[in-house]
């Protein structure tokens, strides 16, 4: 019988992860590299849930754990260096997959490298299924068919309040240092293309918030759906008021990438936060997330603006994995090859499954 899968069990997310299928009532094959932590988090959860060792170091173990009919949840991050061993064993297997990176590169990777063999093979890669980028896309989406035909570009904002430094795990913070020396991207004029340290100010109840541009998911998944739309533009509000200061920065990027020995360092300083790094803190009552996506017509004017509302980014992505696992195994998802949230499930039953964790639309 298909089964959920899910790869990187024991890590701060896949633990959560793991939590929130079994509280769906989901018995998922837990799969990571160590089996005496996958045999405690198994006993933890009940006891009884399979499990299997796999390593990315070893990928014929992570094609082992996968069949036809599959949903595979990769938790294993960063996702460029050690995302590639679940990808091929999805496809080879012509599984569902899920994974919760927020890395532009490997999700421009999937977009443009993986997805048409994931076509041909019947897998659907529905990469970036979390707090990045779940909500923007809904949120655009939701303010696209609110603006109508007349729409020709959405800006979408991501925003966090309360704690977000603490609560961010160790593979967050090696996955944003992997990412700081990657080229970003926007969409404009109908094509993807270089982005470097573009900012805006979104209005978020009734406060001024600063973004940083990023390249997400939304730039490969909104276009297609939307005819008219010649501009995507997404923003990262995390910094504060630090945001303009690190869009200077991130204009010279590209110089500093080239400079010798600086992405083995990087490299090396992100291992050393995996090894020492430990996981994020427990969640806090204060901790809340919002989403803006406005749209706008081709003189500037703004169409319509929707807003989402939601609590801690790490216990939404846990939720909205384990609702997109149990909906895809019982379901399917409506296509192959690589797909956006709302391609995988439509755009009403993905309001729903966001609601239900938690991240709810005010307008």
């Given at each position: 019988?298909?089964?959920?899968?899910?790869?990187?069990?024991?890590?701060?997310?896949?633990?959560?992860?793991?939590?929130?299928?079994?509280?769906?009532?989901?018995?998922?094959?837990?799969?990571?590299?160590?089996?005496?932590?996958?045999?405690?988090?198994?006993?933890?959860?009940?006891?009884?849930?399979?499990?299997?060792?796999?390593?990315?170091?070893?990928?014929?173990?992570?094609?082992?754990?996968?069949?036809?009919?599959?949903?595979?949840?990769?938790?294993?991050?960063?996702?460029?260096?050690?995302?590639?061993?679940?990808?091929?064993?999805?496809?080879?297997?012509?599984?569902?997959?899920?994974?919760?990176?927020?890395?532009?590169?490997?999700?421009?990777?999937?977009?443009?490298?993986?997805?048409?063999?994931?076509?041909?093979?019947?897998?659907?890669?529905?990469?970036?299924?979390?707090?990045?980028?779940?909500?923007?896309?809904?949120?655009?989406?939701?303010?696209?068919?609110?603006?109508?035909?007349?729409?020709?570009?959405?800006?979408?904002?991501?925003?966090?309040?309360?704690?977000?430094?603490?609560?961010a795990s160790a593979g967050t913070r090696a996955s944003a240092l992997g990412m700081v020396l990657e080229?970003?991207?926007?969409?404009?004029?109908?094509?993807?293309?270089?982005?470097?340290?573009?900012?805006?100010?979104?209005?978020?109840?009734?406060?001024?918030?600063?973004?940083?541009?990023?390249?997400?998911?939304?730039?490969?998944?909104?276009?297609?759906?939307?005819?008219?739309?010649?501009?995507?533009?997404?923003?990262?509000?995390?910094?504060?008021?630090?945001?303009?200061?690190?869009?200077?920065?991130?204009?010279?990027?590209?110089?500093?990438?080239?400079?010798?020995?600086?992405?083995?360092?990087?490299?090396?300083?992100?291992?050393?936060?995996?090894?020492?790094?430990?996981?994020?803190?427990?969640?806090?009552?204060?901790?809340?997330?919002?989403?803006?996506?406005?749209?706008?017509?081709?003189?500037?004017?703004?169409?319509?603006?929707?807003?989402?509302?939601?609590?801690?980014?790490?216990?939404?992505?846990?939720?909205?994995?384990?609702?997109?696992?149990t909906t895809a195994l019982a379901e399917g998802v409506r296509g192959t090859g690589a797909l956006g949230?709302?391609?995988?499930?439509?755009?009403?039953?993905?309001?729903?499954?966001?609601?239900?964790?938690?991240?709810?639309?005010?307008?």
């Amino acid at each position: 019988m298909p089964r959920i899968v899910l790869f990187g069990a024991t890590g701060f997310t896949g633990r959560l992860t793991a939590e929130a299928l079994v509280a769906r009532g989901a018995r998922p094959l837990l799969a990571g590299r160590d089996q005496t932590r996958l045999t405690a988090l198994a006993d933890a959860l009940g006891g009884g849930l399979p499990i299997a060792v796999a390593d990315v170091g070893r990928p014929e173990s992570v094609r082992r754990i996968v069949a036809p009919g599959d949903v595979l949840i990769s938790t294993v991050g960063p996702f460029v260096r050690w995302g590639e061993a679940a990808i091929a064993a999805a496809t080879e297997a012509g599984a569902v997959y899920f994974d919760t990176t927020g890395e532009p590169t490997f999700v421009k990777r999937i977009f443009q490298r993986h997805g048409p063999a994931a076509a041909a093979r019947g897998a659907a890669l529905v990469t970036a299924f979390g707090y990045d980028y779940v909500p923007g896309n809904l949120a655009a989406a939701l303010a696209l068919r609110k603006a109508g035909p007349g729409a020709v570009r959405v800006d979408v904002g991501y925003f966090v309040e309360g704690g977000t430094a603490r609560r961010a795990s160790a593979g967050t913070r090696a996955s944003a240092l992997g990412m700081v020396l990657e080229p970003m991207y926007g969409f404009r004029e109908g094509r993807i293309v270089p982005e470097h340290g573009r900012t805006r100010k979104f209005l978020v109840d009734g406060r001024v918030r600063h973004g940083l541009s990023i390249g997400a998911s939304e730039h490969f998944t909104l276009p297609p759906a939307h005819a008219g739309l010649r501009e995507v533009n997404v923003y990262l509000g995390w910094l504060g008021g630090l945001t303009r200061v690190a869009g200077v920065l991130a204009k010279a990027t590209p110089v500093i990438a080239a400079l010798p020995g600086v992405r083995r360092a990087t490299e090396a300083l992100a291992d050393r936060v995996l090894r020492t790094g430990g996981a994020g803190a427990p969640a806090g009552a204060g901790m809340s997330s919002s989403v803006v996506a406005e749209a706008y017509d081709a003189g500037g004017r703004r169409l319509a603006v929707v807003h989402l509302t939601g609590g801690d980014p790490y216990e939404f992505t846990a939720g909205v994995l384990a609702w997109a696992a149990t909906t895809a195994l019982a379901e399917g998802v409506r296509g192959t090859g690589a797909l956006g949230p709302v391609d995988a499930f439509g755009l009403d039953a993905l309001t729903r499954g966001c609601a239900e964790v938690g991240m709810t639309v005010r307008g």
